[in-house]
């Protein structure tokens, strides 16, 4: 079975621009996380959908965004990018939401 | 506020040296306690799910067990293939994923 896959693997963009994120779960997933990896902050939770629903948030500003369609597949979505925001971005899906989540190989974000 | 601290931060250990990390934890409401192996420039890899105390999961070389305040990742007998970053996650009753920053582990051959 595929695993968690993630497009585009690697991403420049300049401050002030805004970037969209893609992850496809694993066949038969329908719950999709996302992650920000920083060397300093670690692995944090953005937000989790679960049948084209956010169920659950973390604590960053409004300018992180995100979707789900109806085939469970994910959008990420970071306007007005800032220095801050380079990062590596990692989705993780699950059968059910709640449940053991797998992940993808993660978008490396370098914002310049 | 979940909270999880795991150490120690890096850990150098010889081929064939066994030894443990920790992953001390406060929940309220433990759903569930993961561990994940992380290479450079990769996705975390899942390991286990441990759900209450007393619970232990072997697979090869690593064996993860659970207290009420802290779960171990006991490695024995490594190899240099297991070098890499160990991350510990717990989710309590809001079923966000709470991760420590991890331990890096290196074996030396």
């Not at chain 2, 010889?14 to 192996?37: I, P």
């Not at chain 2, 992380?38 to 390991?47: M, N, R």
């Amino acid at each position: 079975k595929a695993g968690v896959t993630q497009t585009p693997r690697y991403l420049i963009k300049t401050r002030g621009q805004q970037v969209t994120l893609s992850c496809s779960p694993i066949s038969g997933h329908r719950s999709v996380s996302w992650y920000q990896q920083t060397p300093g902050q670690g692995l944090q939770f953005l937000f989790e959908y679960f049948s084209e629903t956010q169920r659950n948030k973390g604590n960053f500003p409004g300018r992180f965004s995100g979707r789900q369609f109806s085939n469970s597949r994910s959008e990420m979505n970071v306007s007005t990018l800032e220095l801050g925001d380079s990062a590596l971005y990692l989705c993780a899906s699950s059968l059910h939401a709640g449940q053991t989540q797998y992940f993808g190989p993660g978008t490396r974000l370098l914002v310049l | 506020e979940d909270q999880v601290t795991q150490s120690p931060e890096a850990l150098r250990l010889q081929e064939g040296e066994s030894s443990s990390l920790n992953c001390s934890y406060t929940v309220s409401g433990l759903r569930g306690l993961f561990w994940y192996r992380q290479d450079p420039g990769k996705g975390p890899e899942f390991l286990f799910t441990l759900y209450s105390a007393g619970e232990e999961k072997e697979k090869e070389r690593l064996k993860a067990t659970l207290t009420k305040k802290e779960s171990f990742l006991h490695i024995t007998a490594p190899k240099p293939e297991d070098s890499a970053t160990y991350l510990c996650a717990l989710q309590g009753g809001s079923e966000k994923l709470v991760f420590g920053k991890g331990t890096k582990l290196t074996v030396n051959p």
